[in-house]
């Protein structure tokens, strides 16, 4: 069974950096997508970055939102961390790790980011 384990989160000023890890145990799959959402209260869950990787082929994806403040990338198989820089106040949520092999699809249980203005 597929477990993942989130780290990182907390509390940052805008325009500061933080770093969100995400590592999924229980398999050795190869190929797999591996992502960030975040959340915030009564919304719902949106794309934040996502990486997938196809036996060390790695494509991403970004919101519009995000894109070239943040940063997706994998530092082992199975194992990605989202850079975030020059944080926004509007970057505040629970930030979500995403695994998929598309038949088989695992969320983590969330981190807080809170970006102060």
């Known amino acids: 069974q597929v477990q993942l384990m989130e780290s990182g989160g907390g509390l940052v000023q805008a325009g500061g950096s933080l770093r969100l890890s995400c590592a999924a145990s229980?398999?050795?799959?190869?190929?797999?997508?591996m992502g960030w959402y975040r959340q915030l209260p009564g919304k719902q869950r949106e794309l934040v970055a996502s990486?997938?990787?196809?036996?060390?082929?790695?494509?991403t994806i970004y919101a519009g939102s995000v894109k070239g403040r943040f940063t997706i990338a994998r530092d082992a198989p199975r194992l990605v961390h989202l850079q975030m820089n020059r944080t926004k106040p509007e970057d505040t949520a629970v930030y979500f790790c995403?695994?998929?092999?598309?038949?088989?699809?695992?969320w983590g249980q969330g981190t807080q980011v809170t970006v102060s203005s």
């Open positions: 995403l695994f998929t092999t598309g038949h088989n699809t695992v």
């Open positions: 229980g398999t050795d799959t190869e190929t797999y997508v």
């Open positions: 990486l997938t990787d196809d036996w060390g082929d790695v494509s």
